[in-house]
């Protein structure tokens, strides 16, 4: 269920968010025009209904900056043109950067800047790339999301923190296309 035209105390709610059983959407203030207008958004929202009843991922801490990127790597694969978050709803005068996040170029905070770390790995292995000098093999988003949602679906616990992460992604890229995680940071073929 989704509701559109949340207000906070009578003002326009300047955010969007899964309380549980429903999303909410307000019309923008400062930061944002009208949340429901990014079909980003709408998929990050609806992709913490799903985190909630596979793995029911803490929100706090490591674990919250996963649920966190999970609903962007969610966001992403149903809004496929860029790595950017909410560029439809962002105000350029609130977000200099043009939207809400940006995968390849995390810039945010609290569990929304932790989520930069795993949001930026899911762009290097989709797309390939260099980090830290290392080549990274990119497998296509198709791939890149399954391995996500193999990890989330199979691997993970509430109180995963980004090793555990990191290993649930390594073992689910073993399974699902027979080479290790490191190994597509070494240029390894896929």
Known sequence: ISLI??????????????NGALMLYGDGDVAYKALAGGLDVAAH?????????????????QSGALNESLSDVFGVMVDRDDWLLGEDI???TY??????RDMVRPHNGGV???CGVPNHNFALITDGGTYNGQVVAGIG??????????????YMVPATDFEDYANALDQSCTDLIGVNLPSLYTGAPS
């Open 5 to 18: 035209h949340v207000a906070d105390g009578g003002k326009p709610m300047d955010n969007a968010y899964w």
């Open 45 to 61: 929202e609806m992709a913490h209904g799903v985190t909630q009843h596979t793995v029911g991922l803490e929100y706090k801490f």
């Open 90 to 92: 962002a105000k350029p």
């Open 95 to 100: 977000y200099t950067s043009g939207a809400l």
């Open 112 to 114: 929304h800047t932790n």
């Open 141 to 154: 988003m198709t791939k890149t999301f399954a391995i996500h949602w193999r990890a989330q679906s199979v």
